[in-house]
């Protein structure tokens, strides 16, 4: 598997190529397998459907890895937390208000028809494909569930952090054992490597930073290789900025995830050497497309060349990005 060659420190030519949010709205047999589920969070715990969409993207236009369809809040809903998805408005929870309404006994039975899709995927998928799983990171996870909803800058978490911090720490310690529970049964079933999804790591101010995100990831990871040798994982600490040479040193990550505005060299420089990175293309080219999009993907493929690189972007695909340009964006990269 050209994905897990990249992740091993092997500088794969062309690189290997998956994007993030690649099965979603943009693409109409997902937004019919949608219709059909009825609402998003049936959708992720329908094992056939779930399979279903994660593969369309797959069978389109043959990207080296698949990531399992879900979402980073179906973990605290398997933990107790009451989760709907609001039209138009994204994720709505009661924001938390005691660690103790937590119960991580019952969150297996919850969270088992994802790992049902898991193993169906595993199953299904081409072999030279690779299947990512994946769980948000602690400190987003909590971000939401602290503060109810996402966007913004989430300002109960961050007065919180400051005024309960016993009470985010026991969140947060939660949260690292739980998400460590739900990575490993991933990986049992079947994952080729896993995907620590941090989005909100940027929000919080280094010192924060290496108490919420740092430090509860380098535990994760330190968990998951303990018990399972060999397994790869890639770290995502979105917007992390100058914080992020320190997150690759210390997270135990076997690869790190760039957002849009990190600019690549300056990554290389801060990270150490031989670090393998992962994306950093504006999901904004991707929906323009045209010149704009095409020379923006030869530069990156540039700067990659004769690194270990898996291509991606800075973020998720967005619902307004025309087919035709995934197809052509896939068509570069395989002619580099």
């Known amino acids: 598997m050209k994905l897990l060659q990249a992740l091993n420190g092997e500088p794969v030519w062309p690189p290997p190529v998956w994007l993030m949010r690649q099965a979603g709205r943009y693409l ?18 329908n094992p056939a459907l779930a399979t279903e969409v994660t593969l369309q993207p797959i069978r389109k236009f043959g990207f080296d890895a698949a990531i399992l369809f879900s979402d980073i809040l179906i973990l605290p809903m398997a933990l107790g937390q009451g989760l709907r998805f609001a039209e138009g408005e994204g994720p709505r929870l009661p924001p938390l208000q005691y660690s103790a309404d937590l119960d991580p006994a019952r969150a297996p039975a919850i969270y088992g028809p994802v790992m049902e899709t898991v193993r169906r995927l595993r199953a299904e998928l081409p072999p030279q494909t690779a299947l990512i799983g994946f769980a948000g990171g602690p ?10 909803e996402g966007g913004g800058d989430f ?11 016993g009470f985010v720490s026991d969140v947060l310690n939660l949260l690292t054992e739980a998400t460590t529970a739900y990575l490993s049964a991933q990986i049992e079933a079947g994952a080729d490597c896993v995907m620590l999804f941090e989005s909100w790591a940027g929000i919080f101010p280094a010192p924060q930073f290496r108490e919420l995100v740092i430090g509860p990831n ?51 420089a ?67």
């Open 155 to 165: 300002p109960r978490t961050r007065r919180l952090a400051y005024e309960q911090p």
């Open 139 to 148: 400190a987003t996870v909590a971000c939401y569930m602290l503060d109810g």
């Open 28 to 45: 109409p047999e997902y937004r019919a397998t949608r219709a059909q589920a009825g609402d998003f969070i049936r959708l992720c715990l």
């Open 218 to 268: 380098k535990r994760i990871t330190a968990a998951l290789k303990a018990k399972h040798p060999g397994i790869k994982i890639i770290g995502f600490p979105r917007l992390a900025g100058l914080m992020l040479g320190e997150y690759a040193r210390e997270a135990g990550m076997d690869a790190i995830g760039l957002d849009t505005v990190t600019d690549i060299e300056n990554a290389i």
């Open 270 to 336: 801060a990270c150490p050497p031989g670090t393998v990175f992962q994306g950093n293309l504006d999901p904004l080219l991707l929906k323009l497309g045209g010149k704009a999009m095409e020379e923006a993907v030869l530069k990156l493929l540039a700067k990659v060349k004769n690194r270990p690189h898996i291509f991606n972007l800075g973020h998720g695909i967005t619902p307004d990005v025309p087919e035709a340009n995934v197809a052509r964006l896939m068509e570069i990269i395989r002619g580099a």
